[in-house]
């Protein structure tokens, strides 16, 4: 959707104007139905710029200026911005149109929000990043702001067909965006194809840049997926090398989530202390489970992280991209669980870049499933690439 509309602006086939007067179609058809949107207010970014005329959205836990900026929490509700995140200025000031604001979990972690999956509503869209992954999914526009703390790009990304990606930590501000745990905390974004994902990346001043040849390689064993997931996986993968993780690995998992409740009870204690329970029942109880971690515990995970850092570093010189499932399965039917992210945790917490692209659908659910690739930190543009040469064809053909 993303090429397509910036081949409508530049040929002048289609005016900004038309372009918008579509995306506000879409919404209104289906967000009835869907409710992917806290708020629809556009704003233009100025009309100039590498992205001029494209619209967006950002997840309501993004500062906007005079905008809805309620967190998914009804304690919140009303609460406008004063001021737009970094990461919006600078999508406004490259042209492009924030069209408002999507749907998040409260306060960004596991009680749900009200968002369906555009695939079939009676499965949840996964989260935090919910009505992000949503609007992109449902054509409502060509991409989207998102956050990921453990799995909240990547796992929508996977529920709803579409593509997600968390650049390496620290690439992408995250100055006026709600944190939950800073030493995870990372912005992402949604597009509908690989493809948008790297014009996306390139017109946001980011290198684009070709690897004639990219070294492949999957896990050997594949922990904590369906049979549905292992199937389409080992099908679309069944010809590149599969390599055992490093025992380190294996440890970070319970290192991130330790890490993730410390430092998300410490972010939010002091609203959980004002308002209880009416913070999320989810959030209340990490709360009052994580601010009982000692330090030296979490000092201990901080390591084990970083352990698991050096080892995969290691891994990633002899195979640039890593390629494993973007969720355990596909979604989950209902809307009371935005699903386990524990496929995505572990290189959130390395840092590493990770992009989820979809792979079809699982042979029972006929619900989207999803091919994640990572790389070593600062190599984005490498994974960039073979997400969009994965995407055209199967990884053992590169």
């Given at each position: 959707?993303?090429?397509?509309?910036?081949?409508?602006?530049?040929?002048?086939?289609?005016?900004?104007?038309?372009?918008?007067?579509?995306?506000?179609e879409?919404?209104?058809?289906?967000?009835?139905?869907?409710?992917a949107?806290?708020?629809?207010?556009?704003?233009?970014?100025?009309?100039?710029?590498?992205?001029?005329?494209?619209?967006?959205?950002?997840?309501?836990?993004?500062?906007?200026?005079?905008?809805?900026?309620?967190?998914?929490?009804?304690?919140?509700?009303?609460?406008?911005?004063?001021?737009?995140?970094?990461?919006?200025?600078?999508?406004?000031?490259?042209?492009?149109?924030?069209?408002?604001?999507?749907?998040?979990?409260?306060?960004?972690?596991?009680?749900?929000?009200?968002?369906?999956n555009?695939?079939?509503?009676?499965?949840?869209?996964?989260?935090?990043?919910?009505?992000?992954?949503?609007?992109?999914?449902?054509?409502?526009?060509?991409?989207?702001?998102?956050t990921?703390?453990?799995?909240?790009?990547?796992?929508?990304?996977?529920?709803?067909?579409?593509?997600?990606?968390?650049?390496t930590?620290?690439?992408?501000?995250?100055?006026?965006v709600?944190?939950?745990?800073?030493?995870?905390?990372?912005?992402?974004?949604?597009?509908?194809?690989?493809?948008?994902?790297?014009?996306?990346?390139?017109?946001?001043?980011?290198?684009?840049?070709?690897?004639?040849?990219?070294?492949?390689?999957?896990?050997?064993?594949?922990?904590?997926?369906?049979?549905?997931?292992?199937?389409?996986?080992?099908?679309?993968?069944?010809?590149l090398?599969?390599?055992?993780?490093?025992?380190?690995?294996?440890?970070?998992?319970?290192?991130?989530r330790?890490?993730?409740?410390?430092?998300?009870?410490?972010?939010?204690?002091?609203?959980?202390?004002?308002?209880?329970?009416?913070?999320?029942?989810?959030?209340?109880?990490?709360?009052?489970?994580?601010?009982?971690?000692?330090?030296?515990?979490?000092a201990?995970?901080?390591?084990?992280?970083?352990?698991?850092?050096?080892?995969?570093?290691?891994?990633?010189?002899?195979?640039?991209?890593?390629?494993?499932?973007?969720?355990?399965?596909?979604?989950?039917?209902?809307?009371?669980?935005?699903?386990?992210?524990?496929?995505?945790?572990?290189?959130?917490?390395?840092?590493?870049?990770?992009?989820?692209?979809?792979?079809?659908?699982?042979?029972v659910?006929?619900?989207?499933?999803?091919l994640?690739?990572?790389?070593?930190?600062?190599?984005?543009?490498?994974?960039?690439?073979?997400?969009?040469?994965?995407?055209?064809?199967?990884?053992?053909?590169?």
């Open positions: 959707m993303l090429g397509q509309i910036i081949e409508w602006l530049e040929s002048g086939e289609k005016s900004a104007a038309d372009i918008k007067k579509l995306c506000l879409r919404i209104a058809g289906r967000d009835g139905e869907l409710r949107w806290v708020e629809v207010a556009p704003r233009d970014g100025g009309g100039r710029g590498p992205l001029a005329g494209v619209p967006f959205g950002a997840k309501d836990i993004f500062e906007t200026r005079g905008m809805a900026t309620e967190y998914g929490s009804p304690i919140y509700a009303g609460r406008k911005g004063s001021s737009d995140a970094a990461l919006v200025t600078d999508l406004l000031s490259r042209g492009a149109v924030l069209m408002g604001k999507t749907a998040t979990t409260a306060f960004a972690y596991f009680d749900p929000a009200p968002t369906r555009p695939r079939d509503g009676r499965y949840t869209p996964g989260g935090s990043s919910s009505g992000s992954a949503a609007a992109v999914a449902a054509g409502m526009v060509p991409f989207a702001l998102g990921q703390t453990q799995g909240s790009v990547l796992r929508p990304a996977s529920f709803c067909g579409v593509t997600g990606f968390k650049p930590f620290g690439t992408l501000p995250t100055a006026g709600l944190p939950f745990a800073p030493s995870l905390d990372t912005p992402g974004l949604f597009t509908e194809t690989a493809p948008d994902m790297g014009l996306l990346w390139e017109r946001m001043g980011h290198a684009r840049l070709q690897f004639p040849k990219l070294e492949y390689a999957v896990p050997e064993t594949l922990d904590g997926v369906d049979g549905e997931m292992e199937q389409a996986f080992r099908a679309a993968t069944r010809e090398p599969a390599i055992a993780f490093p025992p380190a690995f294996a440890r970070v998992l319970p290192a991130v330790l890490v993730n409740n410390y430092e998300g009870a410490r972010t939010h204690e002091a609203t959980w202390r004002e308002h209880g329970a009416r913070i999320g029942q989810k959030l209340a109880g990490l709360i009052e489970e994580g601010l009982k971690i000692p330090r030296d515990e979490y201990k995970a901080l390591a084990a992280i970083e352990e698991g850092r050096r080892a995969m570093d290691a891994v990633f010189r002899e195979y640039p991209v890593l390629l494993t499932p973007s969720a355990p399965g596909p979604p989950p039917a209902g809307l009371a669980t935005t699903g386990d992210p524990r496929m995505n945790s572990p290189w959130t917490g390395l840092g590493c870049p990770a992009i989820s692209i979809p792979m079809g659908r699982g042979a659910s006929r619900m989207p499933l999803g994640q690739l990572t790389a070593a930190r600062g190599r984005d543009a490498e994974l960039v690439d073979a997400a969009v040469k994965i995407a055209a064809r199967p990884p053992a053909a590169h």
